[in-house]
Nanobody
């Protein structure tokens, strides 16, 4: 069982930055595939979009094209915390952001890869 708790969302103007955090607990695995997903207003859960992912064992990262060069995913193993640094934010980035995890070497941006989900943190970007 992996428990996830996100924080760091908020409201910013376009061009601004935010850093999301996700604390993971309740597991003893050496490596996790962890990802950030977002659900835009009016979209259903199944329409969540994979933004970035990382395999904590190797540090291998994955990014959606829409955020490459603007977002950076990282993980602090000692703190068991996943981060998403978001720069040059755009109104289209407005969404509820969810942290997800799965104790699996196979990692990526597909929702069906992940077993565990946090409750989400809201990010709102105004123009």
């Amino acid at each position: 069982q992996v428990e996830l708790a996100e924080s760091g969302g908020g409201s910013v103007q376009a061009g601004g930055s935010l850093k999301l955090s996700c604390v993971a607990s309740g597991y003893t695995y050496n490596g996790l595939c962890m990802g950030w997903f977002r659900q835009a207003p009016g979209k259903e859960r199944k329409e969540r979009e994979g933004v970035a992912a990382i395999y904590t064992g190797s540090g291998t990262t994955y990014y959606d094209d829409s955020v490459k060069g603007r977002f950076a995913i990282s993980h602090d193993n000692a703190k068991r915390t996943l981060y998403l640094q978001m720069n040059s934010l755009k109104p289209d980035d407005t969404a509820m952001y969810y942290c997800a995890a799965v104790p699996h070497l196979f990692c990526g941006l597909r929702m069906d890869l992940y077993n565990y989900w946090g409750q989400g943190t809201q990010v709102t970007v105004s123009s």
